[in-house]
């Protein structure tokens, strides 16, 4: 989860919209600083450095996914190695370690007290509500903070909780993941400094409960010194995404290339562009339903665009969402041959939902697949080569090789590392800075 944080991030860091936040970030200074991620030299306090770090994590949709429905890393991760650069007794990999299996474990548990949080969301976007948690619960862990300490720092963190679904596929909706990083790490240290708030500010109505509905909180289970402590993590895997857009679209896209491989295997020189029609039976889920999306945001959530984009190309890729493939003709014009149906055996819920697709040719012949479970889900994992090839292949576009290579060793051997912050000084060797500038940044490693 880590490698495949940092590597989404690196990629992230040529988005848009982490160029929007960077300039805004570079407003603010502070005696203490950490590494902006890709960006050889740059520095921000460590508040912002968390909220870019994380917003280039989710800029393009690609960071990892669990059930209940959050992107748990993208909260956490950004946060902890921007306060471990500032620490002046540096944590080791091990700490590190530990304190992000907190942050998962908090988010994990708070979800599992709603039977709604279960499903694809519609009111809050899960990131900005359990997100911000998990990233208090895991700066306090790094920070030791007491019992007592760690509670204000929920119960803060809880003030700052809470984002619209209506800003889905738009820009602001990596901010999500960014504030949600920034919040958690500000409210452990208001918490070191002695703020209080509310410390039964998990177990009322007026409280976590006001994100969801069916809210029912139960004691979270005891930690003993002799004792075996059972993750969430060791019973719920994780999804990782094999191309940058809403999990969802991925089972849309693994069963539009099963057609489009049964269109070509019966006529190799088919031409797709002469589909009559496709039906796809999916899910009912009002921010997904983009008929004709206009910006890659609304591209990466829309059912309609990527079962098209997989039927042309055989694939959905990173280029799949710049603007020289989402104008083509060809696209456009088999967008308008796409028909939605939710059938009521199809929940919206990515633990059991599913996606048929039926494509019509222009002839009368028809082709239809299904797909319950695509590869990259919790249960049909990534395998660790693909995952390993995922990161480089995105660490590339920001990282020298050697820089990429060494970030995969270090997380390959995290509990043996002394000191965890090396990796905000990896994580900046950028592939266009000159061999002597690497070597001034390189100091630290």
């Not at 994380?54 to 993208?74: E, I």
């Amino acid at each position: 989860m880590m490698l495949d944080t940092l590597g989404v991030g690196l990629l992230g860091t040529s988005s848009p919209v982490f160029n929007v936040v960077l300039q805004h970030g570079k407003m603010y200074q502070s005696k203490e600083n950490s590494s902006v991620w890709g960006r050889p030299g740059t520095f921000l306090p460590p508040y912002y450095a968390a909220f870019v770090n994380g917003v280039a994590v989710h800029s393009m949709d690609f960071d990892d996914t669990w059930h209940p429905a959050t992107h748990p890393s993208g909260a956490v991760l950004p946060a902890l190695l921007a306060l471990a650069e500032t620490l002046h007794s540096k944590p080791s990999g091990l700490e590190l370690l530990l304190a992000f299996n907190v942050g998962l474990e908090v988010q994990g548990r708070l979800l599992r007290f709603s039977k709604q949080a279960h499903n694809i969301p519609k009111r809050f976007h899960p990131p900005a509500v359990v997100g911000v948690m998990g990233s208090a619960a895991a700066t306090a862990k790094l920070l030791g903070l007491s019992p007592t300490q760690s509670m204000a720092a929920m119960a803060i963190a809880c003030s700052s909780a809470g984002a619209p679904m209506a800003n889905a596929a738009t820009q602001t909706k990596p901010l999500h993941l960014g504030n949600a990083a920034r919040r958690g790490l500000e409210a452990s240290q208001l918490a070191l400094l002695g703020l209080e708030g509310n410390k039964q500010i998990l177990d009322l109505e007026s409280g976590f409960g006001v994100f969801y509905q069916d809210y029912i909180p139960q004691h979270l289970a005891e930690v003993t010194p002799n004792g075996h402590y059972r993750w969430v993590l060791e019973d719920q895997d994780i999804a990782f995404k094999r191309f940058p857009a809403h999990l969802g679209m991925h089972w849309v896209a693994d069963a539009a290339v099963n057609v489009r491989t049964q269109i070509l295997t019966e006529d190799p020189n088919a031409d797709l562009r002469q589909i009559k029609r496709i039906t796809l039976r999916v899910p009912s889920s009002r921010y997904i339903d983009r008929p004709i999306p206009d910006t890659e945001h609304q591209a990466r959530h829309s059912f309609q665009f990527n079962c098209c984009s997989a039927l042309l190309d055989g694939e959905v890729t990173v280029d799949s969402f710049s603007s020289k493939m989402m104008n083509r003709k060809s696209l456009r014009e088999l967008l308008h041959k796409v028909h939605l149906e939710n059938p009521e055996d199809n929940p919206a819920s990515f633990e059991k939902m599913y996606c048929e697709i039926m494509v019509e040719m222009a002839r009368g012949e028809t082709h239809t697949a299904r797909c319950n479970t695509f590869y990259g889900h919790w249960r049909k994992p990534l395998s660790q080569e693909h995952l390993v090839r995922k990161f480089k292949t995105n660490a590339s576009t920001v990282l020298t090789s050697g820089a990429a290579d060494g970030i995969v060793q270090i997380i390959e051997n995290l509990e043996k590392i002394p000191d965890c912050s090396v990796l905000g000084s990896y994580m900046q060797f950028h592939k266009h800075v000159t061999q002597r500038e690497q070597s001034y940044y390189s100091a630290s490693v």
